[in-house]
């Protein structure tokens, strides 16, 4: 299999370092087609053990310098594992984050992470969108990704259609918006909360669908970090 950097439309992802890739072992083994491993003279116990997990499992490691230069070249990180990247389905009955149009790997990433600390599983993205399986996606997230159930729709009209009447809560400025610590735990575990865009945040139409929250705030700052939003609304949803 020929190696080349990473591309959007590439069928294949990288999981960079050895703590993302036994992430990736320990979840989705089935996935992992080979792994790089860097050249040394020593390697610790940790990644000793994590190798010898690799083999039993009969995955093909590598050693090879070159694929650093070309996979991760900004980093010393020791072991790459290549995996293929699969269309996975959300669960109906459970609580879903949707996320519409986020375009930073870094926010996407750390809310994946605040997701699956507060016992989200599911998560939805609507397109156009920052690459969910790009290896810097996978990297912010700290390996949550692996934990998660992620579908992609080109609309939120599609999202509708396929799950139905379920309450939906929007986190945007509205004038009918009510605050997040006054908001009602919802009867149902079929529910979904909301976040727009960086930078443009939710469009108006969504509060004539949604129930519209805010998080109070102060005027020091103009809005807060959309990662920083949806993790103070996924933990007060929180499903632990």
Do not use: W
């Amino acid at each position: 299999m020929k190696l080349s950097r990473y591309k959007n439309s590439s069928p294949i992802s990288y999981a960079l370092g050895a703590t993302l890739s036994y992430e990736l072992l320990k979840t989705k083994p089935q996935l992992i087609t080979r792994a790089f491993l860097r050249p040394s003279d020593k390697y610790g116990d940790d990644l000793q053990k994590i190798l010898t997990e690799f083999k039993q499992r009969k995955i093909e490691i590598v050693e090879s310098t070159k694929a650093f230069n070309i996979l991760d070249a900004k980093s010393d990180c020791l072991l790459i594992a290549e995996f293929k990247k699969e269309s996975q389905k959300l669960d109906p009955e459970a609580p879903h984050i949707i996320l519409v149009n986020p375009s930073d790997a870094g926010n996407l990433g750390t809310i994946m992470r605040s997701a699956s600390a507060f016992g989200y599983d599911n998560l939805a993205i609507i397109t156009p969108a920052v690459d969910f399986q790009a290896p810097k996606s996978i990297r912010a997230s700290m390996g949550a990704a692996f934990h998660l159930n992620i579908a992609t729709f080109d609309s939120i009209k599609s999202y509708k259609q396929q799950f139905g009447e379920r309450p939906l809560f929007a986190f945007m400025l509205d004038r009918n918006a009510q605050s997040l610590a006054e908001t009602s735990q919802p009867s149902t575990r079929a529910f979904s909360l909301v976040f727009g865009n960086e930078a443009t945040g939710l469009p108006q139409e969504f509060a004539t669908f949604c129930t519209p929250i805010f998080i109070p705030q102060s005027q020091n700052v103009d809005s807060l970090n959309l990662s920083v939003a949806a993790s103070l609304a996924l933990y007060t949803f929180r499903q632990i």
